[in-house]
């Protein structure tokens, strides 16, 4: 009930303050948006599976969000931050696509 009230409470403050993002920033937020999903899909597994550990959880949303920033930003420095930026995308995508496939047959059973 926590989180819920705690994403409801974010929704709200978000819609209000209307967040800017800094132009340098731009390019790693949609990695970052990815990398979290990635995150949250993953510990929503583990909790179906009875395996969730919120340290666990942390730690993995955090350092997926760091890892990929610091993928595309060494990315930026060598001139190809477009191709890693996709490989980044391609493989948090997977990952995310097979939780969902994951927690879809633990929900239904097939």
């Known amino acids: 009930m926590i989180a819920v009230?705690?994403?409801v409470l974010g929704i709200v403050v978000g819609v209000i303050t209307r967040p800017v993002v800094p132009t340098g920033m731009e390019p790693y937020l949609?990695?970052?948006?990815?990398a979290a999903l990635d995150a949250v899909f993953g510990g929503l597994?583990?909790?179906l599976d009875g395996k969730f550990d919120d340290k666990v959880f942390?730690?993995?949303f955090l350092s997926n969000?760091?890892?990929a920033a610091l993928i595309v930003f060494l990315g930026d420095q060598l001139g190809v931050g477009a191709q890693l930026s996709t490989g980044v995308i391609v493989v948090f995508g997977?990952?995310?696509f097979s939780n969902a496939a994951s927690i879809r047959r633990h929900i239904?059973?097939?």
């Not at 949609?30 to 990815?34: G, L, N, R, S």
């Open 65 to 67: 969000v760091v890892v």
């Open 58 to 60: 942390v730690v993995s």
């Open 5 to 7: 009230l705690g994403l």
């Open 94 to 96: 997977i990952r995310i």
């Open 108 to 110: 239904f059973r097939a």
């Open 30 to 34: 949609p990695i970052a948006v990815v």
């Open 45 to 47: 597994r583990a909790r």
